[in-house]
């Protein structure tokens, strides 16, 4: 989706999301609107059938009229009850609309922030967005289309009677300006317990992640605390909330059910001095009930409003920052070349670089193993050539190409990926592998086979169709290690990236890494490895050095290694 930007008095306007998803829903909504007319005519009913009896039957004394009168306001009620169910089935079909139209868009925005704001990511787009979708198709949004046909029920009150009139609209005064009081005084309130609760939330989202630590180093209580303290600062603001929201709320109801009951005083006043019917008394006081019953509903929802609101602020804020990807030309498959010229790289969230002034060439076909010590840049560097962290000078080339001229989904056919913290995904071991595409068997066995993981993966209880939990929870480091593998490995990419993928593995995983990297060799596959086992550095080609972020030693293995392996060598 666009968002488009338009420049004047020194500001950008952006088209917001919802005026562009109004538009492409125009027809659905304007039908909804055609149907409220109906709806909201025939809601004078109550009133025409209380005006019918006590008007028209009672004084004339005919069950006959009575019976025809009745059969005509059953018939008519039976359209209504049809009316309303087309208009909220409607706004159903809305509801996936705007799901099919947006939550593509959502998901790779909120991917795109946890990419560039990692200490920061949640979900809690996804959750706005839904909060979006439930105020745009839910009992709040029918209010909106019945607040205009409001006015129909004020002129039939004033052919009744003026006063009647002119009482409705005070009422409708008073409880409007309690609304606005509403607004003015929990809008602070409702932004900050939103802001509170998403940051507990991302919080306890982050203690699930790390269970294991938090149980084995005994901080449940501690954690504990830490979470209490974020949770009771976002219970204080929402008690505030609701203690004014509330104030405001039981005013309004207060209010309108005295002016309600007040209305048959006036009524019976009327009817005295003969002003109106008796059929009117009542007629009335179901007309105002009508009158005010949009605002009413407006009021008792006013805190989904509002939310909905900051939801959809939130989520426009974030596809203004993260727009969606221009479509690029598909270029050749890749060979595997990877340039990195005078490379600087700062990591999300950070303002330090990791990696500072970094160029080096690997050829197609090249195993390079990647070495320094602990802080050196390694991952950063891994990570870049990835494109995952973006330089913020200099450029990184995918066989000549600049990366951002890839497109991702393309060239991630061709790139296998390991990383240090091997992640999973709820599925079975068939589709961590084949990465949730299409399953395709002889691929999956032809990865599993190359990576060794093929007679462990037997082993499991229903080998390929076993499930695994959230992040691969059922299994132990090595056979997640050796799954991460198999799945870098499918598909016979061109660019295979290790981030020291032994690190969990025994001597059998061993041996099977490197048969795997043997073997990629001999199909030519570049390969990058970040490792200091000497079995790893001895059938790299070149080995990069990086020391303090920066690119020491760059150039064949051997060279490499008898330089760092002197006397004044370093390695670790």
Do not use: C
């Not at 300006?177 to 309130?189: A, C, D, G, R, V």
């Amino acid at each position: 989706m666009k968002i488009i930007r338009l420049k004047g008095n020194n500001k950008e306007e952006q088209v917001n999301i919802l005026r562009e998803f109004l538009k492409l829903s125009r027809r659905s909504f304007i039908f909804t609107a055609f149907l409220s007319l109906f709806i909201n005519v025939l809601m004078l009913l109550p009133a025409i059938y209380m005006l019918a009896v006590y008007d028209i039957v009672v004084p004339s004394r005919s069950v006959e009229s009575l019976i025809f009168i009745t059969a005509i306001i059953v018939f008519l009620y039976g359209i209504w009850g049809i009316l309303q169910l087309i208009r909220s089935r409607i706004l159903v079909r809305v509801n996936s609309k705007l799901d099919s139209f947006y939550d593509k868009k959502i998901i790779n925005a909120t991917l795109d922030f946890a990419l560039k704001h990692p200490t920061k990511a949640t979900a809690q787009p996804i959750n706005d967005f839904n909060q979006i979708k439930q105020f745009l198709t839910g009992p709040t949004i029918l209010a909106f289309f019945d607040i205009p046909w409001v006015p129909v029920y004020l002129a039939v009150m004033f052919v009744f009677h003026p006063y009647y009139g002119y009482w409705a609209l005070g009422v409708m005064a008073v409880v409007s300006f309690i609304t606005l009081l509403n607004e003015l005084t929990t809008k602070e309130s409702l932004k900050r317990v939103n802001d509170l609760q998403i940051r507990s939330n991302r919080f306890m989202n982050h203690v699930l992640q790390n269970v294991e630590v938090v149980e084995s180093m005994g901080m449940r209580g501690r954690i504990y605390r830490k979470w209490r303290e974020i949770h009771d600062r976002h219970l204080k603001a929402l008690q505030e909330a609701n203690d004014k929201a509330g104030t405001w709320s039981n005013l309004t109801r207060t209010l309108r059910i005295m002016f309600q009951s007040l209305i048959y005083g006036l009524g019976g006043y009327l009817a005295i001095n003969l002003q109106i019917t008796g059929g009117m008394i009542v007629a009335g006081a179901i007309l105002l009930g009508r009158v005010l019953a949009p605002v009413d509903m407006l009021v008792n929802t006013w805190r989904n409003f509002s939310s909905a609101r900051l939801a959809y602020k939130r989520l426009n804020q974030l596809l203004s920052e993260f727009e969606e990807k221009k479509e690029v030309m598909k270029l050749p498959e890749p060979k595997g070349e990877i340039t990195l010229a005078h490379v600087v790289v700062i990591p999300p969230d950070s303002k330090e670089p990791v990696l500072t002034n970094v160029t080096f060439r690997i050829n197609p076909g090249e195993l390079v193993a990647v070495i320094g010590p602990s802080g050196a840049g390694k991952s950063s560097l891994v990570r870049t050539i990835l494109g995952i962290w973006p330089p913020v000078s200099g450029e990184v080339l995918i066989d000549g190409a600049d990366i951002k001229q890839w497109d991702r989904e393309y060239l991630g056919k061709f790139v296998g990926y390991l990383p240090q913290d091997i992640e999973l995904f709820e599925g079975t071991v068939a589709e961590n592998i084949a990465r949730f595409e299409k399953v395709d068997p002889d691929k999956v066995l032809e990865a599993s086979i190359l990576a060794g993981a093929h007679e462990m993966i037997l082993k499991l209880p229903e080998g390929y169709n076993t499930y695994i939990g959230p992040g691969g929870i059922t299994l132990s480091g090595g056979q997640r290690q050796r799954i991460g593998l198999a799945r870098a490995l499918y598909g016979n990419p061109r660019i295979v990236v290790l981030d020291e993928p032994n690190s969990n593995l025994d001597d059998a995983g061993e041996r099977a890494l490197m048969n795997a990297l043997w073997e990629l060799k001999k199909r030519k596959v570049t390969t990058i490895v970040v490792s200091h086992k000497v079995n790893i550095l001895d059938i790299a080609d070149k080995i990069a050095f990086l020391k303090d972020g920066k690119l020491a030693a760059y150039g064949d293995a051997r060279k490499i290694l008898e330089m760092l392996r002197a006397p004044k060598g370093n390695i670790n």
